[in-house]
Each structure stands twice: as structure tokens, then as C-alpha cells.
């Protein structure tokens, strides 16, 4: 079974400065891949950025970055110069290739402080 | 590109009575799921689709939801009779499933219920 824990229920970060938000993850399986997704209040669920397990290499998407260290299993989201209008519930999710179903963490809520 | 739409965005009833929401996922998508968030959590998959037949609807309380897929496009979700417990975003969200990397699942606004 596949589980994703998010252990900061909250954090905030000073406009443009970085923040990091933490996900762990356990799976059995071999194939899967990763996902932030950003909940902003109006509750869209907004795809932030993904990251395939068998690449090495750290996905990047402009101010958003990954670690992925595979063998710990940690997958934390690092956001850099951040602006208010990151504010929102950030939401770490893995998958699998042969199901196609999605596990959610439950979630840490970003404050921005201007 | 149009998103995942979705219908009513709110929703107030009192328990034992029945609701229904509604989903049009974005155009060519095969795979189509509905979640169930409730506050603080993460989204929970109730059931998936793909195309109008289904995959995955093993979370899915089935005394009471149903959820159906007619010509693999639109979808409804039906919770008869409603409990309290029901209170919820219900998210729907599709994806393209062409292939397991490249995957994506793109997310409808929700529709808000309360129970009461």
C-alpha cells in the first residue's frame, strides 16, 4: 500500500525569501512518480510540479524545485523567492503507473508574510 | 483549453435527504475520477473511470454513493441518503492516460457540501 506523510501542518515564509516543505512517501511498487499540487482557498488543485522516480535529476518549474532522495524516500518541495500569492494548502501526491491512482498527504498550509 | 468543470459549486441539504453533483472533464480525457476532501484533509479517491466503464471503486460506500459515466464523457455522483459525515469538497479530476509517465490529473473547483 502506498502512503504519503506531510508532517508540517503549517508554515509560513517572509515574501521573497525560500521555504522548503517536507513529504515522505512509502511504495512497493517500482514505476511510480510524484506531484505537488497548490490548493489555493478558492479550492482548484493546481498542479505544481511532478517528478518521475527513475529519473535522477530534481525537477524544476521557475521558482519551484524538488529534492528527491529516492532511498530515503523524502520528496520536499523548495519554493524561492516567494510571493503572496503562493499562499494556499500544498499537497504532495504519489502515483503509480499501473493503476493510475493518486495518494494524497494531508497537507501543509504556506503562509506569506509581506 | 477548457478545465474540468463542475456543478453546483455549494450545496446545503439535511441528512437522509439525496444529492447529486456533476462533471464534464476536460475534452479527450479517458480517465475520470471523483475524490472526497474533508476539512484539513487530502483528497480521498471515491471512484475511477475510465471511459465509461469502471476501474477503481473500492473506497466507494456504495449503500449510499453511486457515481455513473454515461458515454464516457460527463459523470454524476449521487449520495442517497445524506449523513453528516458527508460534509465535503467532492473533487473531480481527469486525465489523459496515454501513459503511465506522463500522466496527469487536472482538478475541477469542487462542490462544496454541507449536511445538516
Known amino acids: 500500500a502506498q502512503t504519503v506523510t506531510q508532517s508540517q501542518p503549517e508554515m509560513s515564509v517572509q515574501e521573497a525569501e525560500t521555504v522548503t516543505l517536507s513529504c515522505t512517501y512509502d511504495t512497493s511498487e517500482s514505476d511510480y512518480y510524484l506531484f505537488w499540487y497548490k490548493q489555493p482557498p478558492s479550492r482548484q488543485m493546481i498542479l505544481v510540479i511532478r517528478?518521475?522516480?527513475?529519473?535522477?535529476q530534481n525537477a524544476t518549474e521557475n521558482r519551484f524545485s524538488v529534492n528527491f532522495q529516492k532511498a530515503a524516500k523524502s520528496f520536499s518541495l523548495k519554493i524561492s523567492d516567494s510571493q503572496l500569492g503562493d499562499a494556499a494548502m500544498y499537497f504532495c501526491a504519489s502515483g503509480t503507473s499501473g493503476t493510475y491512482k493518486y495518494i494524497f498527504g494531508t497537507g501543509t498550509r504556506l503562509k506569506v508574510l509581506a | 483549453e477548457a478545465g474540468v468543470a463542475q456543478s453546483p459549486r455549494y450545496k446545503i441539504i439535511e441528512k437522509r435527504q439525496s444529492v447529486a453533483f456533476w462533471c464534464n472533464p476536460i475534452s479527450g480525457h479517458a480517465t475520470l475520477y471523483w475524490y472526497q476532501q474533508i476539512l484539513g484533509q487530502g483528497p480521498k479517491l471515491l471512484i475511477q473511470f475510465q471511459n465509461n466503464g469502471v476501474v477503481d471503486d473500492s473506497q466507494l460506500p456504495k449503500d449510499r454513493f453511486s457515481a455513473e459515466r454515461l458515454k464516457g464523457v460527463d459523470s454524476t455522483l449521487k449520495i442517497q441518503p445524506a449523513k453528516l459525515e458527508d460534509s465535503a469538497v467532492y473533487l473531480c479530476a481527469s486525465s489523459t492516460r496515454t501513459s503511465g509517465s506522463r500522466e496527469t490529473q487536472y482538478f475541477g473547483p469542487g462542490t462544496r457540501l454541507l449536511v445538516l
Open positions: 517528478q518521475e522516480a527513475y529519473k535522477q
